[in-house]
């Protein structure tokens, strides 16, 4: 194997990395949340910021682990990833190389079988361009009575203030402040002037939006350049425990063979995979057969090519279970 790269972990839940405790572009993991950690030196200087797993509205990294057996080279994950720089590899806790494993349509392959009882993580950053939502433009309006630097709660509207780090705008009786020189912003709650203001003065917190995913897999295009004409290639993958029914729009294509395009509708019971096929057209004939089935808790959408080097375009709306 390629020589081996360790990472700073932790196997406490919720244990988060000190800025200290990195180096400007150094990587952590958190063995037992699942999170990859990275410092920055961003807006408010130097501070950690984390690559989440699984949360409310979306997903951007996903976690598959494998148990080696002095045998197996091939690991089927998850999700594909874009490239192989979105996918972070280990085994017992040990970083490992690109060089050492290679992937295609899914399939991550080492170049030597990981030994018995080897614990294999695989982390795929899952980059979509999917539907994403706006939170309303929010200001937070406050007139003290008292001399004031810290302004939380209730505003004199009722509304309580709540902001991102780095996404708010303050207004002192109409002139805007600068972070950091004139105020404080770390928690996302609270506001701190580094100069007390009293009766008579207006102080304005803008919230600006902020972008989430809706369903990061609501919509997703994958595309598989099928280099032989092997029964029963990868063309797409999801989770079925995640999504019960997805439609599929399939575009083929060969050199000197035409084009074919068909849509796909599958559902599945946790099992088995029911679908059908239908709106089949081509330009001179048939470029490949579909068929969908579910294997180690994914769906899988799968091809025959009729030629070598076809190229197999799938978009895919997918509906919760």
Request: hydrophobic share 35%.
């Given at each position: 194997?390629?020589?081996?790269?360790?990472?700073?972990?932790?196997a406490?839940?919720?244990?988060?990395?000190?800025?200290?405790?990195?180096?400007?572009?150094?990587?952590?993991?958190?063995t037992?949340?699942g999170?990859i950690?990275?410092?920055?030196?961003?807006?408010?200087?130097?501070?950690?910021?984390?690559?989440?797993?699984?949360?409310?509205?979306?997903?951007?990294?996903?976690?598959?682990?494998?148990?080696?057996?002095?045998?197996?080279?091939?690991?089927?994950?998850?999700?594909?990833?874009?490239?192989?720089?979105?996918?972070?590899?280990?085994?017992?806790?040990?970083?490992?190389?690109?060089?050492a494993?290679?992937?295609?349509?899914?399939?991550?392959?080492?170049?030597?079988?990981?030994?018995?009882?080897?614990?294999?993580?695989?982390?795929?950053?899952?980059?979509?361009?999917?539907?994403?939502?706006?939170?309303?433009?929010?200001?937070?309006?406050?007139?003290?009575?008292?001399?004031?630097?810290?302004?939380?709660?209730?505003?004199?509207?009722?509304?309580?203030?709540?902001?991102?780090?780095?996404?708010?705008e303050?207004?002192?009786?109409?002139?805007?402040?600068?972070?950091?020189?004139?105020?404080?912003?770390?928690?996302?709650?609270?506001?701190?002037?580094?100069?007390?203001?009293?009766?008579?003065?207006?102080?304005?917190?803008?919230?600006?939006?902020?972008?989430?995913?809706?369903?990061?897999?609501?919509?997703?295009?994958?595309?598989?350049?099928?280099?032989?004409?092997?029964?029963?290639?990868?063309?797409?993958?999801?989770?079925?425990?995640?999504?019960?029914?997805?439609?599929?729009?399939v575009?083929?294509?060969?050199?000197?063979?035409?084009?074919?395009?068909?849509?796909?509708?599958?559902?599945?019971?946790?099992?088995?995979?029911?679908?059908?096929?239908?709106?089949?057209?081509?330009?001179?004939?048939?470029?490949?057969?579909?068929?969908?089935?579910?294997?180690?808790?994914?769906?899988?959408?799968?091809?025959?090519?009729?030629?070598?080097?076809?190229?197999?375009?799938?978009?895919?709306?997918?509906?919760?279970?």
């Amino acid at each position: 194997m390629a020589t081996n790269v360790k990472l700073k972990r932790s196997a406490v839940h919720a244990k988060v990395p000190t800025t200290s405790a990195l180096q400007l572009g150094e990587l952590a993991i958190n063995t037992y949340d699942g999170y990859i950690f990275l410092k920055r030196d961003g807006l408010n200087g130097e501070e950690i910021v984390r690559f989440r797993g699984n949360c409310a509205t979306d997903e951007s990294v996903i976690l598959d682990t494998f148990t080696g057996d002095n045998s197996t080279v091939d690991f089927n994950l998850t999700e594909a990833p874009a490239d192989e720089q979105y996918v972070f590899v280990t085994i017992n806790g040990v970083s490992q190389h690109a060089d050492a494993y290679t992937l295609s349509n899914g399939t991550l392959t080492f170049s030597q079988a990981p030994a018995l009882n080897d614990a294999i993580e695989c982390r795929t950053l899952a980059i979509h361009n999917a539907e994403f939502r706006l939170r309303d433009y929010q200001s937070y309006v406050y007139q003290p009575s008292t001399s004031t630097t810290t302004f939380t709660g209730a505003d004199v509207d009722g509304n309580t203030l709540t902001y991102d780090l780095e996404m708010i705008e303050v207004y002192l009786n109409g002139a805007r402040l600068v972070h950091s020189l004139d105020y404080t912003a770390t928690n996302g709650t609270s506001v701190v002037l580094q100069t007390a203001i009293s009766s008579g003065d207006t102080l304005e917190i803008v919230s600006l939006a902020k972008a989430s995913f809706i369903d990061s897999e609501g919509l997703i295009n994958s595309e598989l350049v099928a280099t032989t004409t092997s029964s029963g290639q990868i063309v797409d993958t999801f989770k079925s425990n995640t999504y019960r029914t997805a439609k599929y729009i399939v575009s083929m294509s060969h050199a000197s063979a035409g084009y074919h395009a068909t849509e796909v509708l599958l559902v599945h019971d946790g099992t088995t995979v029911y679908m059908t096929e239908y709106g089949t057209i081509y330009t001179s004939s048939s470029l490949g057969t579909l068929d969908a089935s579910i294997l180690t808790g994914n769906v899988r959408l799968t091809v025959t090519p009729t030629n070598t080097n076809t190229t197999i375009k799938t978009k895919r709306i997918t509906v919760s279970a």
